[in-house]
């Protein structure tokens, strides 16, 4: 039995970050969207640092502020990074970047993932998007109208344009029969907060580890005091799963030390905060990111490796670029969800996600081989991309995510 039909111009299964953006980028479209979110209400975090945060860039922070969301974070819970730090296992390779030799201010800025999604289901909701928490889709089925979508508690949706928003497992891209290609990574990663004796100086750090990279990102701490002056750092070990559970197993005083040994010392003594967490770390790429009336975004469409912090900010662009094609679309005079439209979204985004997956996968490979020869050239080439400074602004200005066919809401203030 059909409790209730709703109808709109666009569907969103999925309010993530990607999604969130994705609605927040069509809100003063005049389209009526609606998005379906499994979860409840987001809600903006308060207190201690929730486990899982994200390195945005740039490009993104620009995206944030031109749909208004950015404004939303409370600026105690965002930290900027100045300064990077990679360096290798054996200490023998060391590349380090600063904002000022780009001339900015910061490289990036730190914010937890719940706090993204809180504001931008602030800024969402203050429109007539409607945003339906604790709505898992049940059934996805194409119909005359477009696509369908039936929840669990019999609510209908439907709408001529699907856009799958609903991470790396998405029923989205099931339904729709587009297949993935994924490579197993081989990794889990540890995840969470550590305090540390030294403070972070507002570096974020890297080491390549054998084993995998271990990420130390810096945080806020809730404390008034300058953003460099803080200690507490957000953690991402990547290991082998058998490593992982050999530390997971260890008391907190034994894994405070193995922490500090895997960091170098390099922040003083550590000390984990809270419970740890262990996530699978995958590697996936839809074989392409649309259907008829249908698109996927952010992790629905690829799943890269954390290790260079990209993952959010390559799903953030995806939303841009496609609301900016959908409308470019409309102002043609052709339909929102237009094949050509959805056409040119997959080939704007596509190849600059296949590029960054294939660029993470073969950092993943260079740091983990052991054989001499590699160790030499790669150790080389680090210290070599230290001593040339437009080497290394070349590298930070992609980190950054100012590379690339960038969409107008990723540019600058678009008043
Ligand atoms: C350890 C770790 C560290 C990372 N660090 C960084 C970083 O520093 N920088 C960076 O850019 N990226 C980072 N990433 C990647 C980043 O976290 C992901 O790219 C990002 O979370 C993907 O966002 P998304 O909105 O596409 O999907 P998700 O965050 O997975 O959101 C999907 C949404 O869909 C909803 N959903 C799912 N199924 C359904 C359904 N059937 N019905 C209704 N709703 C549904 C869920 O409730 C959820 O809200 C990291 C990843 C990991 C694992």
Redesign the pocket.
Known sequence: MTLSLTESDVLI????????LMAAALMHSGLSVVV????PVPQMPAGAATP?????TEA?RHMLENVGAWQQLPPARIQPYDRMHVWDGDGTGDVRFAAQDLHTDALGW?VE?EAL?AALYQVVTASRVQWQPN???ECIRRSEQGWRVTLADGREYCAPMLIG???????VRQVAGIPGTGRDTGHV?I?GSAMTALPHGACARQRFIDSGPLAL?PLFTGERGEPEARHQVSI?WSLWPAEAERLMALDDAAFDIALTQASTGCLGDMQFQGRRFV?P?QELHASSYISEGLAL????AH??H?LA???????LLDAAVLAEEMLRARQRGLPHCHASALQRYERRRRGHNALMLNAMHGFKVLFEASAPPVRLVRNMGMNLVNRLLPARNLFARQAMGRGGDLPQLARSKVS
């Not at 928003?165 to 029923?171: F, L, N, P, W």
């Open positions: 299964v999925g309010g993530g970050m990607a999604g969130g379906l979110d499994a979860a899982r945060v994200s390195a945005l993104s730190i993932n999604v709505a898992r889709t928003a609903d991470g790396a497992r998405s029923a990663a995840v990102l991402v996530f770390i975004i952010g992790d629905a799943v890269v954390p912090g990209q993952g959010i900010n390559l799903g």
